[in-house]
């Protein structure tokens, strides 16, 4: 009965040794199993991000900011559109209040005197004379008569920087002041406008008895309307100077010019003037604005005869 007492209690311990030994096996599993849950838990190390992810973890453009970009385009194209018409609008030489440019040629290669009648320009050579200020070409019409009150149409040039003959203009006889003074009659030369006609208005300086000079007085001269005084003024500077298209400075002692009413360079029109000399005599003028193509602005001068006082 002892030796059975004996082995039935070591049995005993190595069951009890063996059932602890599981248990600690078995919790070592669940600890293990714990440790991976909480492997998945937010203190554990995370999975790196894919080609997608970190794309999308950029920072990227903002709809506003987009929308921004779009905005200033559109804001730059809108400008460019109010640039381009504004562009059109200038360059439009049939724009409303344009001045009518003038060229007074007082050269004209012609004689005078030769042959039977009034003498002629030949079509080619009006087109020279109009566009030979521009160092262009010009194109006209028909021959122009060379006598007081005949006319013809060419197109040409408006400026040296487009020597195109792209404008319309007329070519109209004038007389200028002989060179042997202003009695002693007048010589013929051209005056050209640009248009199709010389306006009524200024129908006055192509008069048998009305010879032109001119003088350019500055770039910015007629930028606003001209009162009466400020015609009068320039018109006296105008036959007093050595450097007007006809010099008229030696032909007559000017000393005073008065004129009924000012001059708007928007309008081709004349103003009528009068003018007084030393000697007590006194001239019909006929005053227009110079809106000389070939040089500054100034004023185009008809001079009467002491008979038109």
Known sequence: ?????????????????????????????????????????????????????????????????GSGADAGDES??????????????????????ERTRILLVTDLGIDETSGDGAPTLADDDLAALLAEPFGGTAE????????????????????PDDTAPTHEWVASTVAVP?????????????LFSTGTELPEEASELTQENVMLTGLGQGSMFGAEPLGAEEVAD???????????????AGMADWSEVICEDGLDFEEFGTTDCT???????SWQLHVAPGAFADGDQGLLVGIGSPADV
């Open 178 to 190: 002989h060179e042997d003074g202003l009695e002693s009659g007048y010589r013929v030369a051209v």
């Open 140 to 159: 006209c019409a028909d021959e122009l008569v060379v006598e007081l009150g005949q006319s013809a149409g060419c197109v040409g040039p408006t400026s």
């Open 234 to 248: 320039a018109t006296l500077q105008t036959l007093t100077s050595e450097n007007a298209y006809v010099p008229v």
């Open 275 to 281: 003018a007084a000399t030393a000697e007590g005599d």
């Open 1 to 65: 009965m002892g030796h059975l007492d004996a082995r039935t209690t070591t049995t005993r311990r190595l069951r009890r040794g063996m059932a602890l030994a599981a248990c600690t096996a078995l919790l070592g599993l669940t600890a293990c199993g714990a440790g991976d849950e909480a492997g998945t838990g937010d203190g554990g190390a995370q999975e790196p991000a894919t080609a997608t992810e970190e794309q999308s973890g950029e920072e990227q453009p903002s709809d506003d900011a």
């Open 76 to 97: 730059a194209d809108e400008a460019g559109d109010d640039e381009g018409a504004g562009d059109q609008e200038e360059g439009d030489p049939g724009a409303a209040g």
